[in-house]
């Protein structure tokens, strides 16, 4: 079902760079792979976010998103708490760590501008970004499905971003990158929303190696 448009509207906003939660500030292993990898132009690059989007994050914390949202929506804290635990527990680097637990916490507090009982909520709660990200689509009338496209095209557009300035590429690239990432989303969502528990996974050896390389790489504009 299509969603309305009030709905539609609360998605591209929250799927919005422009969100003060500090997305921008984070590569998410693009500016080390720049460094090491060989990721130097479009179609590398362009290949390199789309084994990303199929091989670590819709296996991850796409999949896990789509069930934070239903967990938030019957109001279950337990399974909300059980679900940002694997978020922090399958973090493979300090920096991509700090990343979900610093744009989760920013999150929290926009969204306390929105919903007044935010606080509650999140009382006790640190909550991670993909499950702070899930309880602002649950109090949409969006769809898990149309939810999960938006957080993955949020999450597709900061990392172009990111490889336009760390490969670097001209804008003019960036939007063909984002082009056929927009192709690819809707399988990778499908996929996401098929797994479960025991599915789900965040292991990807070269980009946690690099992420942890990045700690220590002698000139980034990155925070991961």
């Known amino acids: 079902m299509t969603p309305g448009p009030h709905s539609l509207l609360q998605l591209i906003w929250l799927a919005s760079p422009a969100l003060p939660v500090g997305g921008f500030s984070y590569s998410e292993g693009v500016e080390a792979a720049v460094e090491w990898a060989g990721i130097d132009s479009e179609p590398r690059a362009a290949e390199w976010l789309a084994d990303q989007l199929h091989l670590s994050f819709a296996r991850g914390d796409l999949a896990l998103f789509a069930q934070a949202v239903g967990a938030w929506r019957a109001n279950d804290m337990q399974r909300v708490r059980e679900l940002n635990q694997w978020v922090m527990n399958t973090r493979e680097s300090a920096e991509f760590f700090l990343q979900t637990e610093q744009m989760g916490r920013s999150f929290v507090e926009w969204l306390k501008l929105h919903h007044a009982d935010t606080a509650e909520v999140f009382a006790g709660l640190p909550a991670t970004y ?60 499908a996929r996401a929303m098929a797994l479960g528990d025991d599915e789900r996974q965040a292991f990807a050896p070269l980009l946690a190696v690099l992420s942890a390389r990045h700690e220590t790489q002698y000139s980034r504009l990155f925070r991961s």
Do not use: Y
């Open 130 to 189: 993909p499950v702070a990200f899930a309880f602002a689509v649950s109090r949409t009338d969006a769809s898990v499905h149309d939810g999960c496209l938006a957080f993955a095209f949020g999450w597709a557009e900061n990392m172009v971003a990111a490889a336009v300035k760390a490969v670097p590429l001209g804008q003019s690239a960036g939007q063909r990158i984002l082009g056929r990432l927009s192709q690819e989303i809707p399988d990778a969502v």
